[in-house]
T-cell receptor, first 114, second 114 residues
Framework: DAGVTQSPTHLIKTRGQQVTLRCSPK?????VSWYQQALGQGPQFIFQ???????QRGNFPDRFSGHQFPNYSSELNVNALLLGDSALYLC?????????????FGPGTRLTVL | AQSVTQLDSHVSVSEGTPVLLRCNYS??????LFWYVQHPNKGLQLLLK??????LVKGINGFEAEFKKSETSFHLTKPSAHMSDAAEYFC????????????FGRGTSLIVHP
């Protein structure tokens, strides 16, 4: 089992550009959550996808959007990039059928906006 | 709204001595509480979780935590630190105040001296 995988590992963009990050959940998991972790901070919840729909959303602007595919993999899209979007973006997968279930995290994608 | 406060940004111990990482939360309901560890360039790993069962929770790698409702605390302890324990530790609250969006603390960096 490969666990949660994310791509790319690192990404450099310029202000105003758009970016897409990808996540494959752990085998058997059907729920994907995305987090933003700024340097020196704890992860902040962006949103969660289940059954190809956004189920919960944190306090992030509409520039942040996502998608979940039938195979449960997910994408995070960020439009009109700002310098403040530079961060480690973490994907976590879990099983919707388990309440208070453990989330398994991927290694993250390091996004740098210049 | 739920929140979590990690009382120390850095904790420094000698190898073989006890570890104490402190966490306080705010809640109107009985929350679920978690501790995650993040090693450099690796994903977050769950150490342990409290979900309204026993108040003393045992986790991996010899870590444990005690839920104290009267003090709204969930401190992480380990009797004897190893060099491999050096990492960033995050306390997480979920379900407090009716919100199931997990809220991470800012993290505590554990430094272990030989």
């Amino acid at each position: 089992d490969a666990g949660v995988t994310q791509s790319p590992t690192h990404l450099i963009k310029t202000r105003g550009q758009q970016v897409t990050l990808r996540c494959s959940p752990k085998s058997g998991h059907d729920t994907v959550s995305w987090y933003q972790q700024a340097l020196g901070q704890g992860p902040q919840f962006i949103f969660q996808y289940y059954e190809e729909e956004e189920r919960q959303r944190g306090n992030f602007p509409d520039r942040f959007s996502g998608h979940q595919f039938p195979n449960y993999s997910s994408e995070l899209n960020v439009n009109a990039l700002l310098l403040g979007d530079s961060a480690l973006y973490l994907c976590a997968s879990s099983s919707h059928s388990l309440i208070y279930n453990e989330q398994f995290f991927g290694p993250g994608t390091r996004l740098t906006v210049l | 709204a739920q929140s979590v406060t990690q009382l120390d940004s850095h904790v420094s111990v000698s190898e073989g001595t006890p570890v104490l990482l402190r966490c306080n939360y705010s809640s109107s309901y009985s929350p679920s509480l978690f501790w995650y560890v993040q090693h450099p360039n690796k994903g977050l790993q769950l150490l342990l979780k409290y979900t309204s069962a026993a108040t003393l929770v045992k986790g991996i790698n010899g870590f444990e935590a005690e839920f104290k409702k009267s003090e709204t605390s969930f401190h992480l302890t380990k009797p004897s630190a190893h060099m491999s324990d050096a990492a960033e530790y995050f306390c997480v609250v979920s379900g407090a105040g009716g919100s199931y969006i997990p809220t991470f603390g800012r993290g505590t960096s554990l430094i272990v001296h030989p």
